[in-house]
């Protein structure tokens, strides 16, 4: 697989810390609020950092294996790329891909959706992405969401590294956060609040807690397991509160958590992704629980993990 490793480029770069056109009626009803936040608010601390990503040219597929926010680049799983003839060389392969992901704003009857336009080159020719932000509002759970666009950015990024390499599942993490999830010390304290059986929140408003969660993945706080232990355990607390089924945006933020725990449990255990998983839903005491029977898990192939 070709690793690629990519840095913002500022001078071409043009984002903003806000959405532009959110509907003013929906920014008063949401605490009076000025403005709505964009997922490229922490531009100061992301045209620092350095976006890795595995390129497969055999399968034409490309996706993420950093801890950062895929919201930079469009790329939050393995994205199918198409293979751009016209513009491609004897030396260079450019690919592009589209791509999007959506959330709800919850308690407001307002869904967001963020469209991602991507070029990509196989050598060091760098990374264009083109986001789009666009607002149903408003949009009931029954309905068909009507989209307006509200907002484009421009991001390009320079390829400062591009190379063939055997992957394991720590590839494009950083040493710090190796050694912060081989902690012993830590993941047994993570492992006791999970014993202790889910836990209700303490923020009232699903919405702010909703935020919560989006902040947390989005740089390096993902890998404290303690406080990933805390979330979890209150995602499962709304998921088996009630008689009825959960929601949707229940079941998908704990198929989010769940799914970076029982990863880092294999990292820290050496054991695969598919042994993880088992031995956490055990811990959690949802084993065979018909709540989440039809969540699919990402599991790697036994093969392609490597001890380190």
């Known amino acids: ?83 751009k003839k016209e513009y491609s060389s004897k030396n260079e392969n450019i690919y592009g891909s589209k791509t999007s992901t959506w959330y709800g ?44 666009l509200c907002d484009s950015y421009d991001i390009v990024m320079d390829c400062v590294y591009s190379k063939e390499e055997a992957l394991s599942f720590t590839t494009g993490l950083d040493d710090k956060i190796i050694k912060q999830i081989m902690n012993k010390s830590t993941m047994k304290k993570a492992l006791d609040i999970l014993s202790k059986g889910p836990k209700k929140s303490k923020e009232e408003f699903f919405s702010r807690r909703v935020q919560n969660y989006e902040k947390f993945f989005q740089y390096d706080e993902k890998y404290d397991l303690v406080k990933l232990a805390k979330y979890l355990n209150e995602i499962i607390y709304e998921l088996l509160k009630d008689d009825e089924s959960p929601s949707i945006t229940i079941k998908h933020y704990f198929k989010q958590f769940v799914v970076q725990f029982y990863q880092l449990y294999a990292i820290h255990n050496k054991i695969t992704f598919a042994q993880s998983l088992l031995q956490v839903l055990k811990i959690l005491k949802l084993s065979g629980n018909k709540r989440i029977e039809d969540i699919k898990y990402p599991i790697e192939p036994e093969e392609a993990f490597k001890q380190h």
Request: proline share 4%.
């Open 1 to 83: 697989m070709r690793v690629l490793k990519f840095k913002i480029n500022t001078k071409r770069t043009e984002v903003r810390p806000y959405i532009k056109n959110f509907p003013k009626n929906l920014l008063k009803k949401m605490y009076n609020m000025k403005q709505y936040e964009s997922h490229f608010k922490d531009y100061a601390k992301a045209k620092k950092l350095i976006f890795k990503f595995v390129l497969d040219e055999r399968n034409k597929t490309i996706r993420s294996i950093d801890q950062y926010s895929q919201y930079w680049h469009g790329i939050f799983k393995t994205e199918k790329l198409e293979f």
């Open 105 to 148: 704003i919850g308690g407001y009857y307002a869904t967001v959706l963020h469209h991602y336009i991507i070029t990509v080159s196989s050598a060091k020719g760098g990374m264009r992405i083109t986001p789009s932000v666009y607002i149903a509002y408003p949009h009931k759970a029954d309905e068909e969401p009507k989209f307006k």
